[in-house]
Structure formats: C-alpha cells, structure tokens
C-alpha cells in the first residue's frame, strides 16, 4: 500500500477529514519534540511546546500554502514557540542545554568523569547561554540538528549568506567560552 504524502493528508484535513491530522502528527511529533527539547532542555517544557506547535499548526492550516514542505512549516513553528520559551526562561534567570549535552558527550563510568561531565556540560550550557538569539537558533540548528544552510534559511527567513556569519560566530563564542571559563 502507498504512503498518502504530507500535503495528501492537509487536503483531507482541510476536507473535513480530521484523523488525517492525527497521522501528521504522529508522522512528525518525534522530531518536533527533538527540536523543542533541544532549545529549552527539559522535557516536559518541550512537550508542551510539542503540543502547542500542533495546537497552532490545526488552527493554522488555512495559512498553510505548500511552499515548503509540511514539516519544515512545523518546525518553523516548533523553533518560534521554542525561542519564545527561552526568552522567557533567560527572564527567569536559567536555561537549561542539558540533554543535548547528554546525547553529546558519552555518559562516565567513575564517579571522577562524571563530575567532570558535569561541569563540562555546565560550561556549554552557559556558553549557548549567552548567545545572541539568532546565533543560537542558527547554532543549534546547524550544529545538532545539522540542517543546511537553505533548509535554515527557509525556516528562519534569512538570507544564507547572514546565517553562515551567525553560525560563524557562534561557533568561535562557544569556543572562546569552553577555552576561557572556569
């Protein structure tokens, strides 16, 4: 049996046909939830905006035009409610980078290397911390969840050349950062 695309599937929502949604979700709610979680840290904050992100995109879906494709039009979604929760956080004094620096750097097996992890995983935590917002959008974006340059550019609607810079520089202050902090 054929896989019913994407855009098949919008058509069928847009119809009356609301267990199509369902399948979209279900296609593509991993991967928006990798993406939240991955801004914001924990887990039940990146399932919330896993769910907001959906909430958006069936309330939405008249907007929707088919110029990129459905996922890339989520994620855009995913990354915009994802940057606003970090705002929010950053006002409240702490953000959290910890499980991408888990899924980055091997779990210890003494108790020395895991303090260690520790405070590695601190240090990188600050160091995106402090970067500017669209740096660290383009960072984590290209870094870990290693999209192109056109493929960020259609999310964030800037200009490839301007994302290369961001992307630039984040890379040498997060470096700087890991060098120089204590």
Request: proline share 2%; no cysteine; net charge neutral.
């Amino acid at each position: 049996m054929e896989q019913v695309s994407d855009l098949e599937l919008v058509d069928e929502v847009r119809n009356g046909k609301r267990e199509a949604f369902t399948e979209l979700m279900r296609r593509h709610q991993r991967r928006i939830y990798w993406v939240a979680r991955r801004f914001v840290g924990g887990h039940a904050v990146a399932d919330d905006i896993t769910q907001e992100t959906f909430i958006k995109a069936y309330l939405g879906l008249g907007d929707f035009r088919g110029d990129a494709s459905f996922f890339t039009w989520l994620y855009r979604i995913a990354v915009n409610l994802s940057l606003n929760e970090v705002r929010k956080q950053q006002v409240m004094g702490y953000l959290r980078q910890s499980d991408i620096l888990n899924r980055l750097l091997p779990g210890k097996e003494n108790p020395g290397d895991e303090l260690e992890h520790k405070e590695t995983e601190s240090k990188l935590e600050r160091a995106i911390a402090q970067l500017p917002e669209k740096q660290r959008a383009v960072f984590v974006m290209r870094f870990y969840d290693d999209m192109s340059y056109e493929e960020i550019s259609g999310i964030l609607k800037t200009s490839i050349g301007g994302l290369k810079a961001n992307y630039h520089h984040a890379l040498h202050k997060v470096r700087e950062f890991m060098k120089h902090e204590v």
